[in-house]
Structures are given as C-alpha cells and as structure tokens.
C-alpha cells in the first residue's frame, strides 16, 4: 500500500493524520507480538478513541476489501495480532479509560485498552481487585484478555477472564455496534459474549467490556517448597488436590528455572533444587492455619527439603516477584525461547513432564519448566538460537512432540495463550474435521467476508501434511 | 394401518420397544399441553444419529429433553412430534479424581452423579431446582443454577466440554477434558444455555469441587424487606464467602414465619464456618434482626433443598414462575414493586433474591377462583418485564399456563443481537429440526 493511497487520508480523516503510522520504521513496532519469532508488517496503524470511530474504520476497510486486525498492548504469545495478510492495525492505546467503577455491584465498565493491573489498582483502596491475572498484567489489556480468554497463577480457583465479563460492546465486522450480555449475569438467547471471549480478535473488536470486581480476601497463606525432584513437585500437586484443599495458586518451576532467576535475581534458591512451588492459599484467615499446615505435611511426605512461608505481606510479593521475574531471566538461558503453553489432566503432570525431558533429550534442545501447575497448565520454555537453522528445525519438531504428548495424555494444545499463527498446524491434534467445520461455521456467521483477522486458527491442508493426517 | 402406528413401528426399528414410552405415558412429556406424538429414549449416539435422521426424512420435529424438568420453559410450540430424551445414556465415562473433573452422559441424573462423587469426597457445586430428577444433560442446555451460584456459578462456570449431535447427525465435539483450554472457539458457550435448539447433547466433562468438612445454613428474620437487603449487602461487601444468600419475602421455605427474612448458606473447614457463623450473627443483631437461627444436619439438608426447589411447579396447581436478572442493588427496589403491584391482586406472590448473582424468582400460586385469570396475569407480568428492562435487566417467565404464555413472549426482547441469534440457528440447524418456535423470538 503506497502512502498516498486513497484509504490512509480517508483514515486519517477518520481519526486525525497524527493518530496514523505509515512509515516503515514506526510500522516495524508492529510487526509481532511476544512470540517474536512470527513477523508480518501491517500496512497502516490506526489509533481510533470511540466505536464510532473504529465502525467508521471497519466499513472503509469492507469499502477496500482490506484485512483489519485488532491490537492491545501486543503481548499475545501466539502471534493473535500480526497482519499476516497486511492491511489494517487497529491500536487500542487509546482506549485506556476505566469508564465506571460500581463497588456495590462488583462490576466495572473500561476501554478495551485499559491494562490488566491498573484495574486492581484502581479498586484496591475499596478493597477489591480485578481476577484474571495473567503474568503479563503489568502491560496486557483488558481487550487483549477477552481476546485469549486469558488466565493466569489465581485462575486455579477464580477461573480465567470468560467468568469474569459479564457484557461486552463490539464493533461487528460489518461495523455496527452492537452490546452483548451487559451488567446483569444473565440475558436470554444465545450467549454471544461468551463465544466472543476467546474468538482471538476475529469476530470483531472489542469497545468495552463489563467486568467483575472481587471483595479482597481477607488474608493469604503463602508457602514455598524446594524439592529434589520434578516428580517430586508434582505429586505434591496432585496429593493437595486429592485432600480436598484447593489454594488460591499453585506454581512450578523447574532447576533450570530457579538457577536462571537465581542468577540474576538472588532470591536464594538452592540452585541444585530439582523443583520449587509455591502454593498460596487465600481467603477468610480462620482455618487457614490448618490447610497450611496440611499443605506443609504433604511437602514433608514428599521429601521437601525447605520450607519457607511468607511472614508479611512484602515478603509474600518478594515470592511472586520470584516466579513472575522468570520470564525475564531466560535471556540468561539462550538468545532466543518459545514460550510452550499445553494443558494435560492434573494427574498426567509427571508423565507429561518425564517425556518432555526425554523428547529435549532426543532432540538437544534445552527446556526449562515454569507453569500453573495447579491447572495441569504447562509452559515449556523451548531454548535455541534462532540463527542457527538446524536448531530451528529441531525446535518445530520439538514443539509437535510436546503438544502431541499434552493431546495424547487427554489435555488440549493451549491453555492460555491461544492458537494464532503460531498453533494453527497443531488444531487436528485435538479437533475432528467435523468440530473445525462448525468452527468455521460460526466464523462465518461472525466474519462472513473473512477480513476481520484472516489466517488465524485454522489449520491449512499443509498442517494435516505435516502431522502426517 | 393408522399414522401412529406407523410411526411407532419405525422408531422400534431404530430404538426397540424399550426406547419407546408407552403411549399412555405421553402425557408426561407434553409441551404446552400438546402430547408428543412418541417420545424416544435412545441408548447411544448412534441411536440418536438414527432418529434425527428418520425425523428430518419424515418431516418431524424433535425436542430434546433429559429429565424433562425444565421441558416447559418455552414459547407454546405448533406441533410436538417427536421428543427425545437422553435418559438413558446415564454412564460415567471417565472419573480420575486426582483430576477433579469428571466426563459423563447427558443423560446421567444429578443426584445419582453427586452419590458416586460423593465416594471420593467430590461434587458438582450446582443446585439447581427439580435436583433428584434432573439431567446434566439438562442442566447444560438450560444453564441450570441454584443458591449456590454466588460461591461457585452456573453450569457455564463448570462445564469443560461436551459432545453434541448436530441435527445433520454429525458428531461433534467442544472445548475438552482440562480445566484450562482455549484451543479454538468456545463453543461450550454457544450450547450451553440454548434449550435444545442447536443439537443434542450426549456428553459432558465438568469441573468438580471436594466435598466441604461441613455445611450450616443460617436463617435470619427482619421486620421488613430493607433491612434484609441491608444485611445482605453488607455480607456481600465483606469478607465472607458464603455459598448463598437468598432474601425471601411472603414465605420461607419449610417455616411459617411471615416476615422478610435472609438465608445464608455456609461451607468449608469448620473452623471457617464457626467464624463466619459469628460474623454473620454480629452483623444481624446490629441490623435488626428479630430471629437468627442455625440449622445443621438433617434439617439444614432439608432447608437448603427447599431453598433450591423455591421456583418448581407442584403438579396440578396453577402456577406462574418469573425470574428476573438484576444487578443486585436493583434487587430490593424490583421485589418492592412487585410486592406492591401484587399486594390486592387475587393471588399470592412469594419471592426470591439471590444477592449475591441478582437473581429474582417470583412464584404465583393460590389464585383465587383457583384458575390463572390470563388478561390479569399478563399485564402484571409485563409491568414487571418493564421494571426490570428499566434498570438494565430482563425478566423470562420459566412457568406458566398454556394460555397465559400465548398472550406473552416468555423471553422478552434480546434487542439487536437477534439477527446474529437467528443466524447461529439457521447455520447450525439449517433445516429446522429442533425444538422449532419456542426460544427467544421464535428461534
Ligand atoms: C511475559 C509474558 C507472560 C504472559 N503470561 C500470561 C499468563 O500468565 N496468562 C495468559 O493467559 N497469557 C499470558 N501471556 C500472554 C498475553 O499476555 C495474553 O495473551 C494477553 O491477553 C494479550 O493481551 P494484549 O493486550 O497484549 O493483546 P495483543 O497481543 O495485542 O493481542 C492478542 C489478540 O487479541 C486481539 N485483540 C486485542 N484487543 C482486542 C479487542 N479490543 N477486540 C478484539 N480483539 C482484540 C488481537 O487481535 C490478537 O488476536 C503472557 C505474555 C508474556 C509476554
């Protein structure tokens, strides 16, 4: 698309010529999300402020027969925003504005650009805080998480974003405007937000949203265990669960994991541990106590070789800043990493991960572990250089195999992060023919010309070549 | 030979005399009073395959149903031929409970589901009404709730994954197993909470929950319906987590006592519940409670089910059901204006609120010259409707009289989502096989 392009001034006429991007250099911020290794240039970038824009946006792009794509703050780790196509970046930045905070209903209304955190920081001094919390919440919007139907370390007993909106507005990929559910828990007919919620930006975009606010607990339980083992680890996951406790968290991370944040951050884990949880338990104080205690026991039985509770609350941040600083310690580890997301039954967690091991073995490619244990949510950190092709290859066969296992042990091939680009191959591991069909179905209902994110979630008769089908 | 035995003569061929109910049974199953023509009771997907596939041949139409409680909730239909209910695909498929989630036939009954839960300290966290008759199968396509929906949702909060027989017969699959997935599209959502409109649903993989060390409902009376709701806010604004907290009015469940009054639902380790039970107590007498009472063991079992049971229909006496979605500061204001508009009207109301979800069941009962009085009921029933759409919510009569629901539309409007509604129905049941005309705006 050339500059002077009839359809940039009529953009520009839309939302004003400095609210536009069109040159390459600028335009190249866009070209990817988190998982950096899947790049596609968007043609323009547009940063509309109200529905109305973005549905004046939408109808110009039908008008082009142009691709439009939705962004939030682009953390996805699937490559959900990439223009795979080129054409149209829709930035939500500027729609930031919490719009309504109703502390006596336990609702707010915000822009889909409003990042995750600043919600629970708005609310927190009234004593209550915004559930999902995915590790990105520092930068992720609000927009973005209905997109993925994010998670996060507290979806094991709060669930992930899908239970928590209660009303959406979108921009229709026609361009009207339309409200689905809204401030009351339920409305008659088909429930339109919830298949919204997780349809990754292609059935339209996302103006605002209704969301729950929760009361704050009144007090957390925060433990740490180091163990010699994975295994360890793991079967102290599925023993909290079989005594009937279930905690507010329940995270792993692996030797590989705990030396890398070790290193550059000096929590002082032993950095020939074999595994470390955390397990935090949250809500009314009274019995807490014995459920920790319980908790500490099942640590016991399972060879744990230290202990540590958080005293106060800065020391229970001091924990979550362990396990959330992880991501950024890989850079440690290799040049480059994929964050792997798979979802396998709790019980399946030691089998799955003994065969991760083997299949890094097979192929000399380092995996690190830190995961929602507590879900059975793996994240296999997938180490290499991307430099080096061989060790590319190695790594796409490496990525197969780990979600193969995960489809093979009875879990799916993506427990928060999407399928996007990056996962569209891997569809017919978990999906007949027959479920993609009304899949594809109900995307035509939402997005009959195909304009509104293409080149998403579905697999190609080349992903059914490369897993053999 | 007649049109009748024709068709029992077919269905035998696919389903046996035994997935057939007798014919004078029928009338259990009627909509509407419309007796189905048969009523099918197939025992595997293929069965099911088979009968879909008769019916779009032969030009019927199918209801799917499960325990056939919630059969009613609906526009009156035009025809009922065929209803087809999974009662009989009643298995537990797969049971791991170190995963806490467990896969089963729709046609499995909640209760017999809880008591093989039970063995492992396990259950399903929903409560909703007709418990001992209910299916999952039911439960998923009604998006079935009760008390408890305040600590622990819906079935939409549940419900992992299912398998459904599309009325071309294809089977499919959403979502999966595992507690996290957001492999493609959530179609969970789309079946769930669709009355049998888009496909039958054959299997379902839910989300469990320990059974709690113990469980305490307590009951609490007021002199009148704003301190009740008072109390209830302010337990809902505080850090207890009961499990339900439910304000009813004209009427408690299984006591006779005439005043306002606010039942709360408590679990967990004891030690919790004994400190909540505390809470719970300081706050009511500081509010003006005029009778706090615990109940544990059989009798609290007998009140919490009572509870839940509050919007069923006995058999034979006329009844009307509403229920209404609120945010739940809306919720005092709407009982109070139903109870005024109703306070000389020749019935009895008695209502519900669930605080915590918004939820208003109200129940008309004891008309009376001992018959529904059609005109009368409706405009009450639309001046209701108008309350709550006024304050953002939306009102369904659940039950009602034939005659009554022809004046009204059970639903209300769903406003301009309805062309993407009508177009989720024609693309998934293209040739109007199920359950046709009844749900919102004659889908
Ligand atoms: C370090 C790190 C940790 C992470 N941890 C977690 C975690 O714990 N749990 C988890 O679930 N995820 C996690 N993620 C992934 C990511 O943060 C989430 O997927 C997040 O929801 C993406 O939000 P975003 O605003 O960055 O969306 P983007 O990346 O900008 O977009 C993601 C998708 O959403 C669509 N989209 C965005 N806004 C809208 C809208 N308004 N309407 C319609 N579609 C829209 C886009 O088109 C795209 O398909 C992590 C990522 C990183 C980098």
């Not at chain 2, 046609?107 to 007709?130: F, M, S, T, V, W």
Request: aromatic fraction near 6%; glycine fraction near 10%.
């Amino acid at each position: 698309m050339k500059e002077n392009d009839p359809l940039i001034s009529e953009l520009a006429n839309i939302v004003g010529s400095e609210h536009v991007i069109t040159d390459p250099t600028s335009l190249s911020v866009y070209e990817c999300d988190g998982a950096t290794v899947f790049k596609a240039l968007p043609d323009v970038v547009v940063f509309p402020t109200t529905p109305q824009e973005i549905s004046a946006i939408v109808k110009l792009a039908n008008k082009h027969n142009v691709p439009f794509v939705a962004r939030g703050a682009g953390t996805g780790l699937s490559g959900g925003m990439l223009t795979v196509n080129g054409g149209i970046i829709i930035a939500l930045n500027r729609m930031n504005r919490i719009l309504e905070i109703d502390i006596a209903n336990q609702q707010a209304v915000v822009e889909p650009g409003v990042v995750n955190l600043w919600l629970t920081q708005a609310v927190q001094d009234d004593g209550y805080y915004y559930a999902p919390d995915p590790s990105s919440q520092q930068a992720c919007s609000i927009g973005g998480n209905i997109a993925e139907n994010s998670g996060g370390p507290h979806t094991l007993k709060y669930g992930v974003t899908s239970n928590h909106v209660l009303g959406l507005e979108v921009v229709l990929t026609d361009g009207e405007i339309v409200e689905f559910g809204g401030a009351v828990e339920e409305t008659p007919g088909y429930d339109i937000r919830g298949v919204m919620i997780g349809s990754e930006g292609t059935f339209g975009i996302v103006t605002k949203a209704v969301v729950r606010l929760l009361r704050k607990p009144e007090g957390y339980q925060t433990l740490l265990g180091v163990f010699e083992t994975i295994d360890d680890a793991s079967n102290v996951v599925s023993s909290i669960i079989a005594q009937g406790i279930i905690p507010a968290a329940l995270e792993m991370m692996d030797h590989f994991v705990i030396k890398a944040v070790e290193e550059a951050f000096h929590w002082g884990f032993p950095l020939d541990a074999g595994a470390v949880l955390i397990v935090e338990l949250d809500g009314i104080k009274a019995g807490m106590q014995g459920q920790a205690e319980q908790i500490t026991e099942i640590f016991n039985e399972n060879n744990c070789r230290e202990t540590r509770y958080a005293k106060d609350e800065e020391d229970r941040q001091q924990i979550w800043k362990s396990r959330k600083s992880a991501f950024g310690s890989f850079g440690r580890l290799a040049p480059n990493y994929i964050t792997q997301d798979g979802v396998v039954p709790r019980t399946q967690l030691p089998k799955v991960l003994r065969r991760i091991a083997e299949i890094s073995e097979k192929y000399d490619i380092p995996i690190a572990n830190v995961f929602h244990a507590g879900d059975g949510n793996i994240h296999p950190i997938v180490l290499f250089d991307e430099r080096d092709e061989d060790q590319c290859e190695r790594v796409e066969a490496v990525n197969m195999e780990i979600l193969r296992a995960c489809a093979e042990a009875g879990g799916t091939i993506t427990g928060e992060h999407g399928i996007g680009v990056e996962k569209m191959d891997y569809m017919p591991l978990i999906f007949s023919p027959e479920d993609l069909a009304v899949m594809a179905t109900v995307k035509d209902i939402f997005n009959p010309s195909g304009l509104c994110n293409p080149g998403k979630i579905f697999p190609t008769a080349e992903s059914y070549a490369k897993l053999g089908l | 030979m007649s049109n009748s035995n024709q068709l029992h003569e077919n269905l035998v061929q696919i389903v046996d005399e035994a997935g057939l109910l007798p014919e004078d049974q029928l009338s259990r199953y009627a909509i509407d009073d419309i007796n189905p023509q048969a009523v099918v009771l197939p025992r595997s997907t293929h069965e099911i395959q088979e009968v879909l596939s008769y019916a779009a041949d032969s030009a019927l139409s199918v209801i799917p149903a499960g325990g056939g409680t919630k059969l009613g909730v609906g526009n009156p239909p035009d025809k009922v031929d065929l209803v087809l209910s999974t009662s009989r695909l009643d298995q537990v498929l797969e049971y791991e409970p170190g995963d806490l989630t467990v896969t089963v036939e729709a046609g499995i009954r909640l209760a017999a589901l809880q008591a093989k839960l039970a063995e492992h300290g396990q259950y399903l966290p929903l409560d909703p009404p007709y418990a001992d008759r209910c299916t999952i199968g039911g439960i998923t396509a009604t998006n079935a709730s009760g008390p408890s929906r305040f600590r622990y949702g819906s079935a939409r909060d549940r419900v992992l994954g299912m398998r459904v027989v599309q009325s071309s017969g294809t089977v499919i699959k959403s979502g999966g197993k595992v507690v996290k997935n957001v492999a493609g599209y959530d179609l969970n959502k789309l079946y769930l909470g669709s009355f049998g409109t888009l496909g039958v649903i054959t299997e379902v993989s839910l989300k469990l929950q320990p059974l709690p060390e113990i469980e305490r409902t307590i009951l609490l009376t007021f002199n009148d319906v704003s301190e009740t709701v008072n109390v209830a806010s302010e337990i809902s604004g505080s850090q207890l987590l009961p499990t339900s907290l439910n304000l009813f009015v004209n009427g408690v469940p299984l006591t006779d006592s005439p005043e306002p009054c606010l039942l709360i639902g408590l679990d967990g380790p004891s030690e919790t519940v004994e400190w909540q039970i505390d809470a719970v107590k300081t706050v009511a007498q500081q509010n003006g409670a005029i009778g706090v009472e615990l109940y544990e063991g059989q009798r609290q079992q007998e009140l919490q089910g009572a509870m839940c049971a509050f919007p069923q229909v006995g058999a034979g006496t006329p009844t009307v059901v509403c229920r209404a979605n609120l945010r739940m500061t809306d919720v005092s204001g709407f009982i109070n204006t139903a109870l005024e508009a109703n306070e000389s009207a020749p019935w009895r109301m008695r209502a519900t609120g669930l605080m915590g979800s918004g939820v208003v069941y109200l129940v008309f009962s004891e008309f009376s010259n001992g018959d529904v009085p059609v005109e009368h009921t409706a405009e009450a029933i639309a001046n209701l409707r108008e309350a709550a759409t006024n304050v953002g919510g939306n009102l369904i009569v659940e039950s009602a009289p034939t005659a009554l629901k022809r004046q009204i539309d059970v639903w209300g409007s769903v406003g301009r989502s309805f062309e993407l509604m009508k177009s989720i129905k024609t693309k998934l049941d293209p040739i109007g096989l199920l359950n046709i005309g009844r749900f919102v705006g004659g889908i």
